[in-house]
């Protein structure tokens, strides 16, 4: 931590300042922008940023609803909720059909 000392005297007081602001500066530098450099990282992207400029194009110029822009978005946002809404009516009138008339009820 840095402390102001030497209040009393004027030029020690300047050149206490100017470090406390030249360490600010560099501080917030240094969270401003990233600490690597994509040059010396290991590890490639996972994707080509021209694949993602081309998918970007894609999902942006597509005049569908959000949810059914994908290749597969209606299979996960269709299909398989009425599946699932259609088993779910299925069991509910066939319950009500055996108990309207008595049928599979334990002894």
């Known amino acids: 931590m840095l402390y ?3 209040l009393r005297d004027p030029e020690a ?3 206490q300042k100017a470090v406390v602001l030249r ?3 560099l501080k ?3 969270l401003a922008r990233p600490s690597f450099h994509p040059e010396m990282s290991s590890e490639g992207p996972f994707r080509p940023r021209e694949k993602l400029v ?3 194009r894609y999902y942006q110029n597509v005049q569908k ?3 059914l822009k994908g290749p597969l978005d209606k299979l996960t946002s ?3 909720p009425l599946a699932l809404a259609s088993s779910c009516i299925f069991m509910i009138g ?3 059909y055996n108990m309207s008339h008595g049928i599979g009820k334990k002894e």
């Open 54 to 56: 081309e998918k970007q």
């Open 94 to 96: 066939r319950g009500i």
């Open 23 to 25: 360490f600010l500066t």
């Open 65 to 67: 609803y959000t949810h």
């Open 13 to 15: 007081r300047e050149d």
């Open 78 to 80: 269709v299909a398989i």
């Open 28 to 30: 917030s530098q240094s």
């Open 4 to 6: 102001l000392h030497n």
